[in-house]
């Protein structure tokens, strides 16, 4: 967890800097436990992979990464256009292969959850890489959704100054 939380900061602080604007309109959260949108504009889904089950897990997210390459979709484009995976260089304290699925900018309310995604674009993956890229996780991913508390590579934004009434001492 130390790992995935360091590395995001390093990535937002690598992030164009935007400017400020409206919010973004917030999205209902799913009743679905396993949907993977976001209800913020930043998420990070954490993923825990048994050893056996990395060559399958890799391979099924750069067929899902190919497919989205070529993918014309305006949603999924821009769903995608922020989203990185990362592996950490450290195993969880069970051995198993962390990967961190960064988005920022998220899009609210999209479905980050890639078997959905293989499913509907990656029309030559074998079956069974499917069946072995489900078996591969050792729990289900954790989801975080994110609200920018401060982007350290920007001065602050100083609170508007209030004017103090004048004080008027006895006998003045």
């Given at each position: 967890?130390?790992?995935a939380?360091?590395?995001?900061?390093v990535l937002?602080a690598?992030?164009v800097v935007?400017?400020?604007?409206?919010?973004?309109p917030?999205?209902a959260?799913?009743?679905?436990?396993?949907?993977s949108?976001?209800?913020t504009?930043a998420?990070?889904?954490l993923?825990?992979?048994?050893?056996?089950?990395v060559?399958?897990?890799?391979?099924?997210?750069?067929?899902?990464q190919?497919?989205l390459?070529k993918?014309?979709d305006?949603t999924?484009?821009?769903?995608?256009?922020h989203w990185?995976?990362?592996?950490a260089?450290a195993?969880?304290a069970k051995g198993?292969?962390?990967?961190?699925?960064v988005?920022l900018?998220?899009?609210p309310?999209?479905d980050?959850?890639?078997s959905l995604?293989?499913?509907?674009?990656?029309?030559?993956l074998?079956?069974e890489l499917?069946?072995?890229?489900?078996?591969?996780f050792?729990?289900?991913?954790?989801?975080?959704?994110l609200t920018?508390l401060?982007?350290?590579a920007v001065a602050?934004i100083?609170?508007?100054?209030?004017?103090?009434?004048?004080?008027k001492?006895?006998?003045?």
């Open positions: 967890m130390t790992v939380l360091t590395l995001f900061l937002a690598q992030a935007p400017t400020p604007a409206a919010p973004a917030v999205a959260p799913s009743p679905d436990p396993a949907n949108a976001f209800v504009d998420g990070l889904i993923v825990a992979i048994k050893p056996a089950g060559a399958d897990y890799e391979l099924t997210i750069q067929a899902l190919g497919a390459s993918d014309t305006a999924r484009k821009a769903a995608t256009l990185r995976v990362f592996k260089s195993t969880d198993n292969a962390l990967y961190v699925h988005m900018p998220a899009v309310g999209f980050y959850r890639p995604l293989v499913d509907a674009l990656v029309k030559d074998e079956p499917l069946t072995r890229y489900q078996d591969a050792a729990s289900p991913p954790s989801k975080l959704d920018e401060a982007n350290m602050p100083p609170p508007p100054e209030t004017t103090k009434p004048e004080v001492k006895p006998g003045r």
